[in-house]
């Protein structure tokens, strides 16, 4: 008899899986590895924010009789907010986030005009609020991402007329200008120098010749200078830091800063424990703001600012090697300025807290309390993941709709 030979059945093949979601706000290709590195430092920064603010608050809310877990409930609903705004936009293609300058420019300087209207509101001086339907945002942030929306857009479209003085200069800077000035009306002269920063650094990565942007950076400095002269309450901050914060300052325009210094040196090496801080008992006013970090050195020491520093760190590189393998003018000069924006305003924040800047008010990206700032620094994120994809990942336009 002969010997049966079974030939075996081809085992049938498996269907390919089709990219998910989270390949496409992180991207499908190996070259897209820092980009979960930015998401997770981005998480982790956030983390640390609701921590602080909820340490920060605590004391002011209990004195003032309100809801200790108000102000951290707040800001971290306005985070998972800006989450989702950053998870959806990452899955956006660059055309869409191009179609989207136009829409957020118009719409942030309508909003800045709106403050000087009944629906604007004033914060410790500064008219820089709107107030609709119990609902309170500033619109200074979101004009920060519409005006680097908008001028990528523009500088991507002038690219081969930048070379002549008219086409480098118009409409970047009067519409530049405009938005410093309706910030600067409101006296928040912190905000109008960020504006100064984000403008000059999309002029710069857009290709504008070197001359035009120290032309507009001297002008740009003089009235920075002119808006703190003019200005009694800024003279006397910038004389206090001259000064050193001396003990006669110690309960005039210097008592913040001064105080805020007594938090980090009081914090050493591994701070007094998470909760623990004296100075947030009412000697730092509005301890959540401007000077969280200060309370975030109290109460977890040199090691909790090292740590801090060394995420903005991470962040900044892993978004400038994700930008570097990045062609197009338009992605480089949107993903360039958000970065500079980002980390040029905490390094800022982060002097002046330490009393190497004068007070200005800048709060501390993804840290300070504030709903309006941590939408507009995760959508400024979430641009960055849309315009820096790898041509090779998912093709979906819409992401996490």
Not at 43 to 50: D, H, P
Not at 170 to 193: F, K
Not at 287 to 313: P, Q, R
Request: glycine share 12%.
């Amino acid at each position: 008899m002969g010997t049966l030979i079974r030939t075996p059945h081809p085992r049938p093949a498996r269907a390919r899986r089709e990219p998910g979601r989270i390949r496409t706000w992180i991207g499908d290709d190996p070259s897209d590895r820092q980009r979960p590195i930015i998401l997770a430092v981005v998480l982790t920064l956030a983390a640390i924010g609701l921590v602080e603010v909820a340490s920060a608050s605590s004391v002011e809310s209990v004195a003032a009789g309100a809801n200790p877990y108000d102000l951290p409930l707040k800001q971290g609903m306005w985070t998972v907010a800006g989450i989702v705004l950053m998870l959806f936009l990452a899955g956006l293609r660059e055309q869409h986030i191009r179609r989207l300058a136009w829409p957020m420019l118009i719409t942030a300087v309508v909003s800045l005009v709106l403050v000087f209207t009944p629906l604007g509101m004033t914060v410790n001086g500064n008219r820089n609020w709107l107030s609709v339907g119990g609902f309170t945002a500033q619109p200074s942030e979101f004009a920060k991402l519409a005006l680097i929306v908008w001028a990528a857009d523009i500088l991507t479209r002038k690219q081969k007329l930048l070379g002549q003085w008219k086409h480098a200069v118009v409409p970047l800077l009067p519409v530049g200008g405009i938005i410093m000035g309706l910030v600067a009306l409101g006296h928040d002269l912190g905000t109008t120098m960020i504006v100064m920063l984000i403008l000059a650094a999309t002029l710069f990565y857009g290709g504008v010749p070197m001359k035009v942007i120290s032309v507009t950076g001297s002008i740009s400095a003089f009235a920075a200078l002119i808006l703190a002269a003019t200005s009694g309450n800024r003279m006397g901050r910038i004389s206090s830091w001259l000064g050193g914060g001396s003990a006669d300052d110690s309960q005039g325009l210097g008592y913040q800063a001064l105080n805020g210094q007594y938090a980090l040196a009081s914090g050493s090496w591994f701070g007094t424990g998470l909760g623990q801080s004296r100075q947030k008992w009412n000697w730092i006013p509005e301890a959540h703001n401007d000077f969280i970090f200060t309370i975030l050195g109290e109460e977890l020491g040199f090691a909790g600012t090292l740590l801090v520093l060394a995420l903005f760190a991470v962040l900044a590189v892993a978004i400038f090697k994700t930008i570097a393998r990045t062609e197009g003018t338009f992605a480089r000069a949107l993903s360039c300025s958000v970065v500079t924006w980002i980390i040029g305003q905490a390094v800022i924040n982060i002097a002046m807290v330490s009393g190497l800047l004068p007070v200005i008010g800048v709060p501390l990206p993804f840290i300070s309390y504030g709903g309006s700032a941590m939408v507009s620094s995760l959508a400024g994120i979430g641009m960055i993941l849309a315009v820096t994809r790898s041509p090779a990942g998912p093709k979906t336009g819409s992401g996490a709709g």
